[in-house]
């Protein structure tokens, strides 16, 4: 059974974009383009092969990142962002701006 959608829209938006990588592979693609796998996996250490793999096919599920598959030895994938990718951009700059701003004068509890 599908859940239900949240009526607020910050608890969508952290449905999407939450957890510890999703929002750190979109930001390697809002801040470099179009990446292969290896490039996406260098910009979001410690992602594991495996993970990166799934969270790359949830994003594309929802239709926020395109994949494109070249038919040629070895074989060769490129990740970009959609037009609905595209949309993230201003949230993923706040983010980050907020962070700059911030990461000095807050402790980290290490929860």
């Known amino acids: ?28 693609l809002v801040q470099k383009g179009t990446l292969r796998f290896s490039e996406i996996r260098a910009a979001c250490p410690p992602i594991s092969d495996r993970i990166l793999s799934l969270e790359l096919k ?14 040629v030895i070895p074989p060769k994938t490129e990740y970009r962002l959609s037009s609905a990718g595209q949309t993230l951009k201003p949230v993923m700059a706040a983010m980050a701006e907020w962070g700059l701003a911030n990461r000095d004068s807050l402790s980290d509890p290490g929860i």
């Open 1 to 28: 059974m599908k859940p239900m959608p949240s009526k607020c829209p910050v608890a969508f938006t952290s449905r999407i974009l939450g957890g510890r990588w999703k929002a750190r592979i979109i930001w390697a």
């Open 58 to 71: 949830e994003l594309a599920a929802w239709g926020f990142i395109e994949r494109k598959e070249y038919p």
